[in-house]
């Protein structure tokens, strides 16, 4: 069970726009930045969204990045087979002695 | 480019002890602008954080895992450790190492991961 709540699936079309949500509480998404990774199948996973909505160097603007209160969420604009992969959102919790918690990801599918 | 390369046992038997080490290059681990982090990643599941060190030596440990785990550093080598005690197949999984910014810019750097088998 993690701390962070995401959807197990989501699936959009070549071009579509596709959002990934995040849960959380007060002590996490409430009150700390928000980190989405990307990990493609095999591979490490790879930072695409900082401090809520910052993109690091090379990431696509397709990718943005949201939060509201305990809540946030990835958007990916312009859907492309290779966006196929498992995102995980993450955030400090200041509950859990200033860990870091993931959600439990979220696998993409390019239909 | 900084490179980091996990090494280690890839089997443990269960109730010992893991243990992993991470060589950091392309830049220093003495930098007092990041943490050096743990994260794993059982097969087919999702992500856990275990914890990280500071240059200095500090560490932050996740709690459920806190009575286990120690992480250290030997900047001299510029590399990092994990040692996870009393391991049983719960604890299997893919682990990585990676760089944390300190100043909340993210884990900007993985290691591509050990997996460690716990069997006897």
């Known amino acids: 069970q993690s701390v962070l709540t995401q959807p197990p699936s989501a699936s959009g079309t070549p071009g579509q726009r596709v959002t990934i949500s995040c849960s959380g509480s007060?002590?996490?998404?409430?009150?700390?930045?928000v980190y989405w990774y990307q990990q493609l199948p095999g591979t490490a996973p790879k930072l695409l969204i900082y401090?809520?909505?910052q993109r690091p160097s090379g990431v696509p603007d397709r990718f943005s990045g949201s939060k509201s209160g305990t809540s946030a969420s990835l958007a990916i604009s312009g859907l492309r087979s290779e966006d196929e992969a498992d995102y995980y959102c993450?955030?400090?919790?200041?509950?859990?002695?200033?860990?870091?918690?993931f959600g439990g990801g979220t696998k993409l599918t390019v239909l | 480019q900084v490179q980091l390369q996990e090494s280690g046992p890839g089997l443990v038997k269960p109730s010992q002890t893991l243990s992993l080490t991470c060589t950091v290059s392309?830049?220093?681990?003495?930098?007092?602008?990041?943490?050096w982090s743990w994260i794993r990643q059982p097969p087919g599941k999702g992500l856990e954080w275990i914890g990280y060190?500071?240059?200095?030596?500090?560490?932050y440990y996740n709690p459920s895992l806190k009575s286990r785990v120690t992480i250290s550093v030997d900047t001299s080598k510029n590399q990092f450790s994990l040692k996870l005690s009393s391991v049983t197949a719960a604890d299997t999984a893919v682990y990585y190492c990676?760089?944390?910014?300190?100043?909340?810019?993210?884990?900007?750097?993985w290691g591509q991961g050990t997996l460690v088998t716990v069997s006897s």
């Open positions: 990676a760089r944390e910014d300190s100043g909340y810019d993210g884990i900007d750097y």
């Open positions: 392309g830049g220093s681990i003495s930098s007092g602008d990041y943490y």
């Open positions: 060190i500071y240059y200095s030596g500090s560490t």
């Open positions: 007060s002590s996490n998404i409430g009150s700390n930045y």
């Open positions: 401090r809520n909505n």
């Open positions: 993450a955030a400090w919790d200041d509950s859990l002695s200033g860990s870091v918690v």
